[in-house]
């Protein structure tokens, strides 16, 4: 995972991320610190596995810790997370050792985990890993958050 550590301690990264931090302190919904961005990776690996398919995990983790790393600036009023996700990803991951074709699988990830469009594959994993890595039944903000009700975890998955 060394390419994965390459992204953790790159300090464009590391500077968005206290950023973001700092922003949701206070939130009492849904955060986006790294206990998520772990979350989406291992549950997108193990979607992977259960598809018949051998994970990449360098790369699926490559793109759980860059994909919310745009809201920060989302909330500054700036572009949506998944943008500013892939403007920070695109300076972030040259300097870390990933090939151009992993570096667009990568961007592809960020791109496509959220909104409604068509997925396959490796991004469909990654995409149901974002949203069911929520424990919305367990979460005392629940009654109180946005999400659609067919959006919300209401049971423990996988």
């Keep these: 995972m060394e390419r994965v550590n390459r992204i953790w301690n790159h300090p464009l990264y590391q500077e968005n991320f206290r950023l973001l931090l700092l922003m949701e302190a206070d939130r009492k919904f849904c955060c986006h610190g790294l206990s998520h961005c772990l979350d989406v990776a291992r549950l997108a690996c193990l979607l992977e596995w259960e598809a018949g398919r051998r994970p990449d995990k360098e790369l699926i983790y490559g793109a759980a810790l860059l994909h919310d790393l745009g809201r920060a600036g989302e909330y500054q009023g700036g572009a949506s997370h998944e943008e500013g996700s892939l403007i920070l990803a695109k300076q972030i991951l040259p300097d870390c050792g990933y090939s151009e074709e992993e570096q667009k699988e990568i961007l592809k990830l960020i791109g496509s985990h959220r909104g409604v469009r068509e997925r396959e594959g490796l991004a469909a994993s990654f995409f149901r890993a974002d949203k069911e ?10 009654p109180e958050c946005h999400w659609a009700e067919e959006k919300k975890n209401k049971s423990i998955l996988l």
């Excluded at 890595?133 to 629940?142: I, N």
């Design 133 to 142: 890595s929520r424990c919305c039944f367990a979460c005392p903000a629940e």
